[in-house]
């Protein structure tokens, strides 16, 4: 098990649920805090930012190999640093919603993405990090995060598992002892056909620790079979309204949706129990409402049990079906009221 400030995260535990801001803010300082406001409200327990600046991600370039071509990508024609541009979020900003987090009994915290951003963020205490898919192979990156020495999370989108388990060797060499890989598709939205959950208990079993999900698809259906299949943490792209627009927004989840996987991923943590046979202790009332065997019309002493006068009925009170033929062509010792409970003491 592993603990954030004071929530433990572990299969004994709901499902560690995380909003992401990314650029979602739209460049509004006001906007951010209630974005944070929004996070609290909708009982996810951290709300997550990054940390980089377009100068610190790449060069302003604005053609060849710093232009985004891919003509279904939902930044189609931006350069990559006007996008990161876009949607970095200012670190004078930072303290500000931390501290607007803090207020609002949320953990909040970022992923960094060059290592003068650990340092910064080290400043302000921030109590984990994540590191993103695409800095997951950036292994300087890893040795920098992991001597911090507290938790960490690492989104695997697009990484084999030769570079998963280079990255995971690197972490735990350079002082990381709480590691939580996040399976990730790295497409933006993601297809629930190109999630392939079922890596997340492999994954759990291979590399022995904590494993979530960073989702991208649309919804909260592939986050909630994630929990099923062993998921403790669920990472969801989060923006007050998508009809707002933003960097991100397309594949981002509303107020209202962020309180609903909230809601269905702690039921299906509570759903997968333990394996168990037999009624529970709630079912046991509800036992009297099986079928059981009734007399069904007035009987004299002496006379027959017959399948006239005997049906297999609800409630509960009488004798199991299984004993239809065994007392049927019995005889009972005193008069019998239709609506009597078969019992072996009538014969």
């Known amino acids: 098990m592993i603990q954030i400030e004071d929530v433990p995260i572990g299969l004994s535990n709901p499902p560690f649920v995380i909003a992401e801001m990314s650029g979602n803010h739209n460049q509004s300082l006001a906007r951010a805090l209630k974005i944070v406001e929004a996070v609290a409200g909708s009982g996810a327990h951290a709300l997550k930012i990054q940390t980089y600046t377009a100068d610190t991600m790449t060069l302003d370039i604005a053609d060849g190999d710093f232009l985004v071509t891919d003509s279904e990508s939902l930044w189609a024609g931006k350069s990559l640093y006007k996008l990161y541009e876009e949607a970095h979020t200012p670190w004078e900003w930072h303290q500000a919603i931390f501290e607007r987090a803090q207020e609002l009994g949320i953990i909040a915290f970022s992923t960094p993405f060059e290592e003068s951003a650990v340092d910064f963020l080290e400043e302000l205490q921030v109590p984990c990090y994540k590191i993103a898919s695409f800095e997951n192979t950036d292994l300087p990156l890893i040795r920098k995060v992991a001597a911090t020495g507290k938790p960490l999370m690492i ?69 909630t079979g994630a929990v099923v299949l062993g998921a403790t943490v669920i990472e969801k792209h989060f923006t007050l309204c998508r009809a707002d627009g933003g960097i991100d927004s397309a594949f981002s989840l509303e107020p209202g949706e962020m309180r609903s996987l909230v809601q269905e991923t702690k039921r299906a943590w509570q759903a997968l129990g333990h394996i168990a046979y037999g009624p529970s202790g709630n079912e046991k009332k509800s036992l009297v409402y099986r079928r059981s065997l009734y007399v069904t019309k007035d009987i004299k002493a002496g006379e027959i049990i017959t399948k006239e006068n005997m049906r297999a009925i609800r409630p509960g009170f009488g004798l199991a079906p299984k004993y239809f033929e065994i007392v049927t062509g019995r005889s009972v010792k005193k008069d019998v009221k239709a609506g009597t409970p078969v019992e072996w003491d009538l014969f």
Request: proline share 4%; glycine share 8%.
């Open 155 to 223: 989104s695997t989108g697009m990484a084999t598992v030769a570079e998963l388990d280079e990255t995971v060797r690197t972490a735990r060499k350079a002082g990381a002892k709480e590691i939580i890989l996040l399976k990730c598709t790295s497409t933006y939205p993601s297809t629930p056909e190109d999630t392939n959950i079922q890596t997340i208990p492999h994954m759990r079993e291979l590399f022995g620790c904590e494993v979530g999900l960073s989702d991208h698809t649309l919804g909260t259906g592939v986050a």
